[in-house]
């Protein structure tokens, strides 16, 4: 089973700072997923990498496949990014992610 | 384009009664997943479907029950609840293939008492 670990665990930053959220996973993956959950809200993905590097907006997502990590990065914070953010790796087959336990960010204005 | 729909949103139960939970998706997706979103956990993989009638136990499947009659809907059961059954339970869907995006539903917050 693949082990996925998040860090930080908690960020809270001041808005306009450049925030990086990592993720490292035990086993070799077909694609790695980063996903945003809002407080009280539904899940809803930002990003799938099989390699490289994928752009959206302000938010950049890497993933080193021999290292087994991966990075989300958030340029110019904003208040709207406080969130949750979860990583989610898999394995190829039809039986779903295993996700990591997810990544508290807080910016405040 | 609705996506997936679970319902009920809420909900609360006591410890012995059944009930069940609706997911729905409209994108046509083969795979159906059900899982749970507990504090300080990551979620968990309790039943999943890669394509109508058929259905799979996943990480955490004791106490709950599934089934996919359609390939639009998976259905997810709890025969008697339990307190340790409390949680948010999470729909996704995604099409076949391991390299697609996965789709989840808004959550559903089932209390146990």
């Known amino acids: 089973k693949n082990e996925v670990e998040q860090s930080p665990q908690n960020l809270t930053a001041q808005e306009g700072e450049f925030i990086t959220i990592n993720c490292s996973y035990s086993?070799?993956?077909?694609?790695l997923h980063w996903l945003q959950q809002h407080p009280g809200g539904g899940i809803v993905s930002l990003f799938m990498l099989s390699s490289g590097k994928k752009k959206h907006g302000r938010l950049i997502a890497t993933i080193n496949i021999q290292e087994k990590h991966s990075s989300l990065h958030i340029t110019a914070s904003h208040p709207r990014d406080s969130a949750v953010y979860i990583c989610a790796v898999s394995g190829g087959g039809a039986d779903g992610l295993t996700f990591g336990k997810g990544t508290h960010l807080i910016i405040q204005p | 384009n609705a996506g997936v729909t679970q319902t009920p949103k809420f909900r609360v139960l006591k410890t012995g009664q059944s009930m069940t939970l609706l997911c729905a998706q409209d994108?046509?997706?083969?795979?159906m997943y059900w899982y749970r979103q507990d504090p300080g956990m990551g979620l968990r993989l309790i039943h999943y479907?890669?394509?109508?009638?058929?259905?799979a136990k996943g990480e955490v499947p004791d106490g709950y029950n599934v089934s996919r009659l359609k390939k639009q809907n998976f259905l997810l059961g709890l025969e008697s609840a339990a307190p340790s059954q409390t949680s948010v339970y999470f729909c996704a869907s995604r099409t076949f293939g391991p390299g697609n995006t996965i789709y989840f539903g808004e959550g559903s917050w089932l209390t146990v008492v």
């Open positions: 479907s890669v394509g109508e009638g058929t259905t």
């Open positions: 086993v070799g993956i077909s694609a």
């Open positions: 994108m046509n997706h083969e795979y």
